[in-house]
């Protein structure tokens, strides 16, 4: 079974510039996860969807991030405008239907913002 | 609410000598515990999940934890360390919320 998908691999913007990403999980999946892990740390969770609704976004900055799953399959996160702390790895996960199943995550976007 | 703290950001051992990685966590309810790695430059894997069955779960590559509820621990062991097993590790919790709350991880160290 193909894995999750994410574009791009890579970004580097300027500060004040915005960005998106984009995250295609395993097909039958209910729940997608979005986390942001800074270097050195582990991954924070950003934004829980199960189907096309949102679970907990309690981290999620929302002056500055957005993230929509429009009809229940891929989804995008956006920041608009970039600080130099959002430099991190985005990475993305699906799982069955969330809860103590497994997650299976995709192999991340890594965002530098100078 | 919920949290996991992973006791050391680096254990350094041998090839062939024992692992273990602790984590202890906090949770209002009966919680679901995961144990994910890291390889360079790989995504995040499932190595091992407790979801209140047996308290001693295997995994794979020889990995085990045990759950303790007495003392709210969930670490990870190994017999015998090898070099592939050098990486990242997350401990994990999810309460009835099914929110997943990560650890800081820990960096192993393996030396030939």
């Known amino acids: 079974e193909a894995g999750v998908a994410q574009s791009p691999r890579y970004k580097i913007i300027e500060k004040r510039q915005s960005v998106a990403f984009w995250c295609n999980p395993i097909s039958g999946h209910a729940t997608l996860y979005w986390y942001q892990q800074i270097l050195g740390q582990g991954p924070k969770l950003l934004i829980q969807f199960q189907n096309n609704g949102v679970v907990d976004d309690s981290q999620l900055p929302k002056d500055r991030f957005s993230a929509e799953r429009l009809k229940g399959v891929d989804s995008t996160l956006k920041i608009q405008p970039a600080k130099l702390e959002d430099s991190a790895v985005y990475l993305c996960a699906s799982s069955f239907r969330g809860g103590a199943n497994e997650q299976f995550f995709g192999p991340g976007t890594r965002l530098t913002v100078l | 609410a919920q949290s996991v703290t992973q006791l050391d950001s680096h254990v350094s051992v041998s090839e062939g000598t024992p692992v273990l990685l602790r984590c202890n966590y906090s949770s209002s309810y009966s919680p679901s515990l995961f144990w994910y790695v890291q390889h360079p430059n790989k995504g995040l894997q499932l190595l091992l999940k407790?979801?209140?069955?047996?308290?001693l779960v295997k995994g794979i590559n020889g990995f085990e934890a045990e759950f303790k509820k007495s003392e709210t621990s969930f670490h990870l062991t190994k017999p015998s360390a090898h070099m592939s097993d050098a990486a990242e590790y997350f401990c994990v919790v999810s309460d009835a919320s099914y929110i997943p709350t990560f650890g800081r991880g820990t960096s192993l160290i393996v030396h030939p």
């Open positions: 407790y979801t209140s069955a047996a308290t």
